[in-house]
């Protein structure tokens, strides 16, 4: 219990810590550079005391629950049992680790859905196109993504291949698609390969990685642990400049 209570101490010190500077900025860039007062000072800062409490309660959420339960599935999902890994003493292959890689896309495209962040880009992004970017059709793109992204993740690492050939190839695919993909949908496209690195899908995604490099024989945690989120961020990139160059194509066999 007193471990217990020390760590939540230690995160909201920290957290204090780490909002303060923020604050500083804000209030001494409208004090001394705007030179006007703050409209509703009790509202801002209750609402700068909401921002403390949800950012301690998310890190000991994080602590408590989302690390050790993305560490705890890789741990399980790596179990011998449940790959049937061959007994003959022959080596164990990539196609071993298939509940891996169902579980890598099924947490990488249902969190991506929940991503509050792409959420809130997928409104802005519906109101200001009126309408012609769906909101659930750039969800759901980001989340295919993300799922595939992070099921080629979870290969590399149990693979041992380096990442720099995935992200090298996945960026020449990217510059190539930005060339024909509708110019309305490339920034889009690209900013969606930042939100969807966010509160939700992060915590789980590096525990993923973090717990499935820790269990397969050979593989370093520094070393192969890491690069998921480089694959969650890349590859909807991809899927939200492929939705829109189907949709685009789709439109004109239509109008054909």
Not at 58 to 77: I, K
Not at 143 to 172: D, E, K, N
Request: proline fraction near 5%; glycine fraction near 8%.
């Amino acid at each position: 219990m007193n471990e217990a209570l020390q760590h939540f101490i230690a995160i909201t010190v920290g957290t204090v810590l780490d909002v303060l500077p923020i604050a500083g900025i804000l209030i001494g860039f409208q004090f001394l550079v705007l030179r006007r007062p703050i409209k509703n000072p009790k509202e801002v800062l209750f609402g700068f005391l909401l921002v403390l409490v949800g950012l301690v309660l998310f890190l000991e959420g994080l602590d408590l629950a989302l690390f050790p339960l993305g560490e705890l599935m890789a741990n399980q999902l790596t179990s011998p049992t449940l790959l049937d890994l061959p007994t003959d003493g022959s080596l164990v292959q990539w196609h071993h680790y298939f509940w891996v890689y169902l579980f890598a896309a099924s947490i990488g495209f249902s969190t991506t859905i929940a991503e509050p962040s792409l959420i809130a880009v997928a409104i802005k992004a519906n109101q200001v196109s009126a309408g012609a970017i769906s909101q659930w059709g750039l969800r759901i793109a980001v989340a295919i993504g993300v799922a595939v992204g992070i099921a080629l993740g979870c290969y590399r690492i149990i693979s041992g291949t380096p990442l720099h050939w995935y992200i090298m190839v996945g960026y020449v695919v990217v510059i190539v698609q930005t060339f024909y993909a509708p110019r309305s949908i490339i920034a889009l496209a690209y900013d969606s390969g930042g939100v969807t690195t966010s509160t939700v899908t992060v915590p789980l995604v590096a525990a993923l990685g973090l717990g499935l490099s820790s269990n397969i024989p050979g593989r370093n945690p520094v070393m192969d642990g890491f690069g998921l989120i480089a694959f969650a961020s890349l590859f909807p990139i991809m899927s939200v400049m492929a939705y829109a160059q189907l949709s685009e194509w789709r439109t004109a066999r239509k109008n054909r």
